[in-house]
């Protein structure tokens, strides 16, 4: 039976260390602070909102939301970017996407600054992401993905690690941080023909398709990593990741759960990049 | 035996296009003009220099050499930048890499405007490469692998290609290159355990590790395809790629020789970015 890697079990671990820092950051008249900023009413948004929101508080980290309707107009979004672009009180800016189809997103993600860019969405800091030179603060998904394997000791070095999924939020930036640590890396996707195969040949599976259970267990091997990244909606209104986890299970040597695996773990990266944000402000 | 995948057809197959388009940018009074920045005088480079003056002649493109001392001072560097930035009369510009190790490397490529940055070696450029949005022009050498598969039909989709190699240059745009064609690709470098059994399982290896021969007949299975990007000098000082290719021509379907092969290519792909970023000035 495999081991779960909870993820709150890794947020707690960094817990302290953000807790002590962001009191740190207060007594030196620094209020670390989030700006969260929503167009239109997405509810899984406003669950990632409200999950945001609880930890941030947990650890000392304000939160600022910024709301603006479905249908506004694209300038006025630029508009709200700057503005907290010039807000120094505003340390990190987190942004949900995707953002509605009349809105250039490639043009609007990269109005905000890079310094701000928590959660890895600026060309600049994804450059950073593909170069290694470690400017900016990577998609939290994928850092979250790292911070776990860190936790738990597993050395990506000279292991197969099979990525499924290549989106610019989790797939893609998490390969090239599996590669900078010297895994080889496999990115499979869609379009993967034989992918079971392919996984199954893999030491490491981080799985961040987006669809509900899509890997069963002849996807697996005996003493896998299993990273599942998914958060999905099943047929009965159950929270499911991309890995059917009761059959994978018994088959692997470790695995995230869904719900309390990654996710957990990505709001807590998000925080301590606010607060690493804030920190770097000192003394400008 | 192998189909050899010589370089000059593919970039012959090009060449009327570019003859083309520079001819007509010269009834419009525009001289497609590209600079070369040379620091020092390594030997590598000045050969390199001198395959893409012939080639540039042979398709219309003129060229403008600026060469500095190795001992240069940044700034000095840096300036000679900005003015090749600011003079409207350059469409592209080369800077040979590495520079020396006094040079801050990463402050200095992204000196250049993405605008003439036809080699990819700007932040902006790579994000592009690496989100797909398809801004600016990939480095030349991954750009030269992806024309040599296309001129020969080969379609990357749903193939297994294995990239040996993760540098910015050629391993990790190339990877990205493929994946946006639906490859699923995997990533191998120096760290790579049991290297020979992940290229024989490819349908597609690329070759970037720069080491003599270094993948010999062990490493592959029949019916590859075998892009050779190496340029190195063997113990007999003559030229070979990465693959050892008098015993791998006779495994796999198709390969690249060296020399003949991407190299001759990249010159061809590189003189096709010039005259595109001095088309893109046209009306401007």
């Known amino acids: 039976m495999a081991t779960v890697l909870k993820g709150s079990e890794v947020a707690h671990a960094f817990d302290a ?103 890895g969405i600026t060309d600049l800091v994804l450059a950073s992401v593909f170069t290694g030179t470690g400017v900016g603060y990577a998609p939290c998904t994928a850092a979250a993905c790292m911070e776990i394997l860190d936790h738990y000791d597993i050395d990506p070095k000279g292991k197969k690690a099979v990525v499924v999924g290549r989106s610019l939020v989790v797939g893609k930036p998490v390969a090239m941080m599996l590669l900078s640590r010297n895994a080889t890396v496999t990115i499979a996707h869609s379009r993967t023909e034989g992918l079971s195969s392919v996984t199954r040949d893999a030491d490491i599976v981080i799985a961040c398709v987006g669809k509900a259970k899509m890997l069963g267990a002849s996807y697996f091997s005996a003493g896998q990593i299993v990273i599942d990244v998914g958060i999905n909606v099943d047929e009965g209104d159950t929270l499911v990741g991309d890995v059917d986890f009761t059959a994978v299970k018994s088959i692997v040597g470790a695995i995230t759960p869904v719900p309390g695996g990654v996710g957990t773990v990505t709001t807590g990266v998000l925080v301590k990049h606010v607060v690493d944000a804030a920190i770097k402000t000192l003394g400008q």
């Not at 189809?101 to 490639?106: F, L, Q, T, V």
């Open 17 to 119: 260390e953000i807790i002590d820092k962001s009191k740190s950051l207060r007594t030196k008249g620094i209020d670390p602070t989030l700006a969260i900023l929503r167009v239109g009413g997405r509810e899984d948004d406003i669950s990632y909102e409200k999950g945001v929101a609880r930890r941030a508080e947990k650890v000392g980290v304000s939160i600022r939301n910024v709301v603006l309707p479905a249908d506004v107009e694209q300038s006025a979004l630029v508009q709200a970017i700057e503005s907290l672009n010039a807000d120094t009180s505003v340390h990190g800016v987190l942004m949900f996407r995707p953002l509605p189809g009349h809105i250039d997103e490639n043009l609007v993600r990269n109005v905000l600054v890079p310094t701000k860019d928590i959660d």
